[in-house]
């Protein structure tokens, strides 16, 4: 079946710092590839999504490319802040079963010391 | 504001006393679903719903139950909960499509002793 693998965290990185957080996926059709951030104590949000191969996603200084080739979502950031301290998470979207169905990487920790 | 809701956001209960976990949603969204967070899975779906009356299973669907007798409302129900269902839930809904994005609850933090 589809399956999303994303790099082990945690991740701590200082204040300015580039931003990489690996995710490759696994699926037999054409998938829609989000990025979810879950911040201490709350729900998940989208960050960003691409829907068709070398779409680009781009938020709050997040960019993640639509790389069919090597079945590739990663997300990077070229200077993180203190309060992208977050859980992230890789996530694609079939488009059997009303589409709806999410299938999460396992999420990567990301913390920001000043 | 378009948002998802669920209660309890926390809930310490004991081994095979039923409960429910409310989720309602204000966005008139078709499909609805419910997902399970654990340390080291992300979240796996539980069950789902693409209407009105019509729900089905996702990947972890043993000792959960759904309804869905209105648009807005998607409960989750633990007829016998066991210590295995100790878990962070989440209910989101969503258009029918899958490039629309998922509107997540804040969450339910279950505990069954």
């Known amino acids: 079946g589809d399956s999303v693998t994303q790099m082990e965290g945690p991740v701590t990185l200082s204040e300015e710092a580039f931003l990489t957080i690996n995710c490759t996926y696994t699926?037999?059709?054409?998938?829609?590839l989000f990025w979810y951030v879950q911040y201490p104590g709350e729900g998940l949000q989208l960050l960003l999504k691409a829907t068709k191969a070398d779409d680009k996603g781009s938020n709050k200084g997040f960019e993640a490319t639509y790389r069919k080739e090597t079945t590739s979502f990663h997300l990077e950031k070229g200077s993180v802040q203190v309060s992208d301290s977050a859980v992230y998470f890789c996530?694609?979207?079939?488009?059997?079963?009303?589409?709806?169905?999410?299938?999460f990487g396992q999420g990567t920790e990301l913390s920001v010391k000043p | 504001e378009a948002q998802v809701t669920q209660n309890p956001r926390y809930l310490i209960t004991v081994t095979g006393k039923k409960l429910t976990v409310t989720c309602s949603q204000n966005m008139n969204h078709e499909y609805m679903s419910w997902y399970r967070q654990d340390p080291g899975l992300g979240l796996r779906q539980i069950y789902y719903s693409m209407n009105v009356e019509v729900t089905d299973k996702g990947d972890v669907p043993e000792g959960y139950k759904v309804s869905r007798k209105e648009k807005r409302n998607f409960p989750l129900i633990l007829e016998s909960p066991s210590p295995n269902q100790t878990s962070l839930y989440f209910c989101?809904?969503?258009?029918?499509?899958?490039?629309?994005?998922?509107?997540f609850g804040p969450g339910t933090r279950l505990t069954v002793t």
């Open positions: 996530a694609l979207s079939e488009r059997t079963r009303g589409g709806g169905k999410l299938i």
């Open positions: 699926a037999t059709g054409y998938p829609s």
């Open positions: 989101a809904s969503k258009e029918r499509g899958s490039s629309y994005e998922q509107y």
